[in-house]
């Protein structure tokens, strides 16, 4: 009897914090996660960030960081980051009006296909990141500097 009340404590060590990691706004499939959860309540914040009608700072603790012009203007949400200044990493996401992928911030760079869902960028020093499709509109972003 005292061997099966090991198990327990022992299986619940390892599953809560992959279970924690899959809900958690910072991995890639929590981010996921959450926009499809609430998709609607986002695509109306970035519709109002977009035509400057205002928008909360924060959405169920993810920072609004507002729009980002360009050829095809993003609005980015940060669900994250950790590091020291000059060498950090961040997370989040973003709505794209066009459909098509951006570099963190939108900043000017090419995109470089690692699959038919995800890209790649660097600026040519070891600053770079990732972006992922999570649906038509919505794609989620790594960056580290």
């Given at each position: 009897?005292?061997?099966?009340?090991?198990?327990?404590?022992?299986?619940?060590?390892?599953?809560?914090?992959?279970?924690?990691?899959v809900?958690?706004?910072?991995?890639?499939?929590?981010?996921?996660?959450?926009?499809?959860?609430h998709?609607?309540?986002?695509?109306?914040?970035?519709?109002?960030?977009?035509?400057?009608?205002?928008?909360?700072?924060?959405?169920r603790?993810?920072?609004?960081?507002?729009?980002?012009?360009?050829?095809?203007?993003?609005?980015?949400?940060?669900s994250?980051?950790?590091?020291?200044?000059?060498?950090?990493t961040?997370q989040?996401?973003?709505?794209?009006?066009?459909?098509?992928?951006?570099?963190?911030?939108?900043?000017?760079?090419?995109?470089?296909?690692?699959?038919?869902?995800?890209?790649?960028?660097?600026?040519?020093?070891?600053?770079?990141g990732?972006?992922?499709r999570?649906?038509?509109?919505?794609?989620?972003?790594?960056?580290?500097?």
């Open positions: 009897m005292k061997r099966k009340r090991i198990w327990l404590p022992a299986i619940l060590l390892i599953l809560c914090p992959m279970a924690l990691s809900w958690s706004r910072s991995s890639q499939t929590g981010i996921s996660l959450f926009v499809t959860l998709q609607r309540d986002l695509e109306q914040i970035a519709a109002d960030c977009l035509t400057q009608s205002g928008a909360p700072d924060r959405y603790g993810v920072r609004v960081e507002g729009v980002f012009p360009g050829e095809a203007p993003i609005v980015q949400f940060s994250g980051g950790w590091g020291l200044v000059p060498s950090g961040y989040g996401f973003y709505y794209s009006e066009s459909g098509r992928p951006a570099a963190y911030q939108n900043v000017d760079l090419e995109l470089v296909p690692v699959s038919d869902t995800e890209w790649a960028w660097t600026d040519g020093t070891d600053n770079g990732s972006t992922r999570i649906s038509e509109h919505w794609f989620s972003y790594k960056a580290w500097f």
